[in-house]
């Protein structure tokens, strides 16, 4: 039984861009290994039997290989030793290889309840009529970034200095970072950004999530919550107001290994202890419990943080197959509940964060997530998350009247990882009634910086501006969907934005034909899983052209 998840982590390595893995072949692999695996060989064996397959297939550098199945083979080890054979028979239609039969929805059918009555009271004296605050996300620092390293190390993760010197100029990596390469947030650029989000002097900062870097194979619960602490540190040194961060998959060791309450306490208590600048004690018991929490952040506004890896799926994160996973996941949606009907009954306004897009959670959490929204319907003005290193959004639509109801921001990352530039958001806001006003978005040029020998971040668009829209309401979000469909050289300026002002060398060229647009137009139009291969049809579906993590 030990080597069947470790096999299954390693089949999985080599066939996620793989097109031809059906329902049926899935069933047949896990028959197979199932069988072979349970005359109960060693966790050594185990292990060498997964070093060898991905060495053999070449999915990764040995080091990377040695690493990461060393990481997970005591997990993985757990879980199979507490799955039954009937439990067994699901992971394929859990990994949503094969259809799912049954709905979720631990609330029931409910209608949205009548509208929140107003209750504005007065501005607080510190808040202009108009205000701001900053998003941003997924800045992966990396303090092992060396200047002059080679970007082409044959790893998820370069521009390390014990990779050695690049063999040429157009392979070092740059001072400020690279876009050539697989090399996360060099500390200086990092440094950067969050003095450029401070001139703007925020009322408030949103972060979430991913802060420590991609070199998965060598971290540990140390290694991830010592960049907590250096990304916690430096905003609560330059920005004088308070910052609200949550979770991201990266910070849990091994990567995307959320359990639960009473697991992951050590990631929990450490960020309670450095968020402590920031928050209250209330909201610091939620997050030592669960890993979220909420928070009021002006009178009539308030925070949800939520840990949205608890809902993470079951191919990414392996406790989920655990049975008694699904109660750490319906008591977070059961606290939502609350907190929400809470707001609603204070007449307060909330702000969701969040880090992963709701098309890369369970499927049956996103659309029960939907249906919360809606039934509180008003008190919801937007939700922020990160994660795809992507600039796009998601309209929420009533499934009867098709009519939009909410919006989803997904922030575009600080991190350079995926060959983009630096970037974070600005939101403005009516401080009386807490709706959103405008948005700017800023990023720092890498190539220029490079060049140059400093680095500025710049305006890169006006969001009202760019999009000629009205305001920023979800009907107002689904006006430009409609006009994205119909106008090419609008489109085309999107998805410039969509790559973080990336689109030409040096980096990756980034083109979009017409399976990636469709892709692009249901991604801004679904918000689960379901419906976006729904929306997508008989149309391929581009390979990772989304959710670059």
Sequence with gaps: MYSFWIFLFIMESILVDCSIITCDICKEVVDII?????????????????????????????????GIVHEFAPEIIYIAAHLSSEERKEICSKIELCPKSGRFNIFGKRQPLPKMPEKLGPRSKSLNVVGKFAHVTDVHVDGKYTQGSTIDCGRPLCCHGEYGPAPSPQLAAGKFGTLDGPCDLAPETFDALVKSVATHIPDFVLL??????HNVWEQSQDHNVGYLELVSTAFGA??????????????????N???GPGYDSWLYNASASMWAQWLPQSALTELR??????????????????????WMPYSNNYWQLLPESKIWQQEMLVWLDKTLSL?????????ITTHLPWDTVINEYAETFAELLQHYQGVVLAIFGGHSHSDYWKVFKANDTNLPYAIHYSGPSGTTATGLHPTYRIFYYDTTTFELLDIETYFGNITESNLKGSIQFELAYNTRMLYNMKGLKPSDWQAVNDLLSKNDTLFNQYFKNFNQQQVAPPGPTRTCDSACKKSQLCTLNTISSSQYKECMGDTPIPVKELHRD
Excluded: M
């Design 34 to 66: 199932t069988k072979a695996a349970d005359n109960l060989i060693g966790i050594d064996t185990a292990e060498g039997l997964a070093y060898d397959i991905c060495v053999k297939y070449n999915i990764e550098k040995e080091d990377v290989c040695k």
């Design 289 to 310: 419990y669960g890993g979220y929490y909420s928070t009021i952040i002006h009178p009539g506004l308030r925070l949800i943080a939520l840990n949205s890896l608890l």
């Design 238 to 255: 330059s920005i004088k107001n308070p910052t609200f961060p949550c979770l991201g998959n990266h910070e849990a060791f091994p990567v």
């Design 208 to 213: 979430t999530g991913d802060y420590p870097p």
């Design 257 to 259: 290994q959320y359990r």
């Design 343 to 351: 707001a609603y009954n204070s007449s307060e306004k909330v702000y």
